[in-house]
């Protein structure tokens, strides 16, 4: 029984990590009904700052390539109390810095652009973490007294009390403060009507700055206190933010008591759970105390959805617009033989990257479906493509099918599982689908991709090569390597999928999509089946992220976990919604000029060696378009941007071409006043819309669209 009990009170450790963190995250949404994914991300930075400046006495600065060391004692470390100290007024001009470019110019954002920017902010301080003291792992000395303490027999490490005094006191002091004090007043009097606390003179602004940098300095000292027990490293320190989101649900992001307990109860749950495990041989070895905030954030979702992330809003706002393809079959044979002239052209190393950017753009095709038409915030699209790889690897070589039967299977088997994440989406939706995703995400990583029968384990799965009709269609045969025939079959489902999917939106079950994301109340009261709807849009953009994956796994010839960690899950939102989520055309450019391991990074990577900052450039590229054009790079609804850039080039040449000036004085693609779908004119005529060939939304407001029954 010490035993057990020995495990729980280890527990401690990173169940005030919890605490603190989700009481930081408690802050944030109660004044700007923010819920911040990047504020695990924010602990892990402040925490190098601290081990830097202990170590060496250096502070580090959030930025690469220029000079970003201050040397603050001659190379030689510091004072652990000032260093905390240094650390910790870090964090606050940190948050201060974050609020007001990031987050501040998004307090009046739907809640999809909200989260897409906290995510843009957790890939760019993930990615200079990398950049700027690599992945391995770090560890520092102990900050309080770990000498060992008995008690009834049961022999710890002391520093596990001082964890839970610290929580103690901090709890303490927030609900003395946010009961008591004006400060805490004006937060409350903000949180729940930030136009009515402007008319007692209360700035809903200022407050929200104040209380975003005391959170930032909870998230540091949460990283700095948890630095000597866990090494500190880029990726599971910005993980941290599931189990506080979960400790964060269970107080109702309300509740600083509640939180606190339940961050230090859910730490305690995932340590005794390891020693369950070693008695318990039954259950799984490996991941299992990771899916535990999965779990609590489902029961909690589940019990009281209607009482969690709520607080006091002013009217909707709008969701990013939606495009509608004018001429799919014209599009996707220009499309085929684009695709074909680059396989054709391009080398060896830059036809892999196509195909790599290829099998991008067929998963990025299932967040246009989900995020795009349904306006549903998917986190575990990568996970999905997960399944479908791992399967064909079954599917191929356990059962013994061939392709295409595979593949298309490899899709299928992925559909049960979309549905599974799709049942919380018939109550939840907009940041409370994002938060119950991200779980699934970290417990799927955690449990079934690491499962060795599952997944190969670390060895990875072998995926058989795909054979057609005696034809061998694999990628590499022989010494020829990433075959120009294997580009061609990648490319062509991928149109076909594109095809499914402008199909999809052309027709009535897409405007019944469009209705649904506009007003699920409204599109209800008109006979739309609003719970099956969603169902629906779950199992297609499951099976199309399927097959994204099984293309993955053809490509690569023997799948890993790490192909479908959960972050990949995070930066797929990301560059989609960069590139334009409500339009075909923004998850093609997804693929080609934003994915890691695409054509354009490539290219950029082998002439000027710019591959590495791959994940900076989307983390900033996402925070900026959230801010100045959350419709994305392919839009052209805001009048603004690349696309208009080449819309208004098209037209002045179209108008040239034909002896007149080009129109202006209004947006490319904008239609006269009534005259329904904007930019729904003749093929190749001024005005017909976008480059992409997707008009913006057909006659259907961006959020109001029409439904149709």
């Given at each position: 029984m010490s035993s057990y009990i020995l495990f729980l009170i280890l527990g401690l450790g990173s169940g005030a990590t919890y605490a603190i963190l989700g009481q930081g995250l408690v802050l944030k949404y109660r004044s700007a009904g923010?819920?911040?994914?990047?504020?695990?991300?924010?602990?892990?930075?402040?925490?190098?700052?601290?081990?830097?400046?202990?170590?060496?006495?250096?502070?580090?600065l959030p930025v690469v390539v220029i000079p970003h060391q201050i040397s603050l004692n001659g190379g030689a470390g510091i004072n652990t109390t000032l260093a905390i100290a240094i650390s910790l007024v870090y964090a606050a001009i940190l948050g201060l810095v974050l609020y007001v470019l990031a987050y501040r110019p998004l307090r009046?954002?739907?809640?999809?652009?909200?989260?897409?920017?906290?995510?843009?902010?957790?890939?760019?301080?993930?990615?200079?973490?990398?950049?700027n003291y690599s992945t391995e792992a770090v560890a520092t000395n102990p900050i309080f007294p770990s000498s060992s303490l008995s008690i009834s027999g049961v022999t710890f490490p002391r520093d596990r009390l001082y964890f839970t005094g610290v929580v103690l006191i901090i709890s303490v002091a927030l609900s003395l403060i946010y009961r008591y004090s004006r400060f805490g007043l004006a937060t409350r009097a903000g949180a729940e009507n930030d136009r009515g606390a402007s008319l007692t003179g209360i700035s809903a602004d200022r407050v929200a700055l104040q209380n975003w940098m005391i959170a930032t300095v909870l998230a540091g000292a949460a990283g700095i206190m948890i630095a000597p027990v866990a090494n500190l490293d880029p990726t599971s320190y910005t993980l941290f933010i599931v189990p506080a989101l979960a400790a964060a649900l269970v107080g109702r992001f309300e509740s600083f008591w509640i939180v606190a307990v339940a961050g230090l109860l859910i730490g305690c749950l995932q340590s005794e759970i390891e020693k369950l495990i070693t008695v318990w041989t039954w259950l799984p070895q490996q991941g299992l105390p990771d899916a535990i905030p999965f779990l609590v954030i489902i029961v909690v979702m589940a019990v009281r959805s209607r009482s969690v992330l709520a607080r006091g809003e002013g009217p909707a706002q709008r969701n990013p617009s939606v495009g509608r393809p004018n001429s799919p079959m014209r599009t996707?044979?220009?499309?085929?033989?684009?695709?074909?002239?680059?396989?054709?052209?391009?080398?060896?190393?830059?036809?892999?990257?196509?195909?790599?950017?290829?099998?991008?753009?067929?998963?990025?095709?299932?967040?246009?479906?989900?995020?795009?038409?349904?306006?549903?915030?998917?986190?575990?699209?990568?996970?999905?493509?997960?399944?479908?790889?791992?399967?064909?690897?079954?599917?191929?070589?356990?059962?013994?099918?061939?392709?295409?039967?595979?593949?298309?299977?490899?899709?299928?088997?992925?559909?049960?599982v979309g549905l599974v994440i799709g049942l919380p989406a018939l109550r939840l939706r907009g940041v409370n689908l994002a938060v119950v995703t991200l779980g699934f995400?970290?417990?799927?990583?955690?449990?079934?991709?690491?499962?060795?029968?599952?997944?190969?384990?670390?060895?990875?799965?072998?995926?058989?090569?795909?054979?057609?009709?005696?034809?061998?269609?694999?990628?590499?045969?022989?010494?020829?390597?990433?075959?120009?025939?294997?580009?061609?079959?990648?490319?062509?489902?991928?149109?076909?999928?594109g095809l499914l999917v402008a199909r999809l939106r052309r027709g009535p079950a897409g405007r019944m999509l469009l209705a649904i994301r506009s007003n699920e109340r409204a599109a209800g009261s008109v006979g739309i089946n609003v719970a099956q709807g969603k169902l629906m849009a779950f199992a297609l953009a499951a099976f199309i992220a399927g097959v994204g994956g099984a293309l993955t796994g053809y490509?690569?010839?023997?799948?890993?976990?790490?192909?479908?960690?959960?972050?990949?899950?995070?930066?797929?939102?990301?560059?989609?919604?960069?590139?334009?989520?409500?339009?075909?055309?923004?998850?093609?450019?997804?693929?080609?000029?934003?994915?890691?391991?695409?054509?354009?990074?490539?290219?950029?990577?082998?002439?000027?060696?710019?591959?590495?900052?791959?994940?900076?450039?989307?983390?900033?590229?996402?925070?900026?378009?959230?801010?100045?054009?959350?419709?994305?790079?392919?839009?052209?609804?805001?009048?603004?941007?690349?696309?208009?850039?080449?819309a208004k080039l098209r037209d002045r040449a179209v108008g040239l071409a034909s002896g007149r000036a080009p129109a202006s004085g209004r947006a490319p693609g904008a239609g006269a006043p009534g005259a329904g779908a904007p930019g729904a004119g003749a093929p190749g005529a001024p005005g017909a819309g976008p480059v992409s060939t997707e008009a913006e939304s057909a006659g259907e407001p961006r959020d109001t669209a029409r439904p149709v029954v």
């Open positions: 923010v819920v911040d994914f990047a504020h695990g991300a924010v602990a892990m930075f402040i925490a190098y700052v601290f081990v830097n400046l202990r170590s060496y006495g250096e502070l580090e009046g954002a739907s809640p999809l652009t909200r989260v897409c920017a906290s995510v843009g902010v957790m890939l760019a301080l993930q990615a200079i973490a990398v950049l996707a044979a220009a499309c085929f033989v684009a695709g074909l002239v680059l396989l054709l052209v391009l080398d060896n190393v830059l036809r892999f990257a196509f195909i790599s950017s290829l099998t991008v753009t067929c998963i990025a095709l299932s967040v246009v479906v989900l995020t795009g038409y349904v306006g549903q915030v998917s986190l575990a699209q990568m996970s999905l493509a997960g399944i479908g790889g791992f399967m064909l690897g079954h599917i191929s070589h356990g059962w013994g099918i061939g392709f295409p039967f595979s593949l298309v299977l490899a899709g299928l088997c992925a559909v049960p995400a970290s417990a799927m990583d955690a449990v079934i991709f690491s499962s060795h029968g599952f997944s190969g384990g670390t060895a990875g799965l072998p995926i058989k090569a795909p054979h057609l009709l005696g034809l061998n269609l694999a990628i590499n045969q022989g010494k020829s390597t990433n075959r120009v025939i294997f580009g061609v079959l990648v490319l062509v489902v991928v149109i076909a999928l490509m690569q010839g023997e799948l890993t976990s790490d192909s479908f960690a959960a972050f990949t899950s995070i930066s797929l939102l990301a560059i989609v919604f960069v590139a334009g989520v409500g339009r075909i055309a923004g998850a093609v450019v997804a693929g080609i000029m934003f994915s890691a391991a695409g054509l354009f990074v490539t290219f950029l990577d082998i002439h000027l060696s710019v591959g590495k900052y791959q994940a900076i450039v989307a983390g900033l590229a996402l925070v900026l378009t959230a801010v100045q054009n959350p419709d994305g790079l392919t839009s052209t609804a805001t009048g603004k941007g690349p696309a208009v850039a080449l």
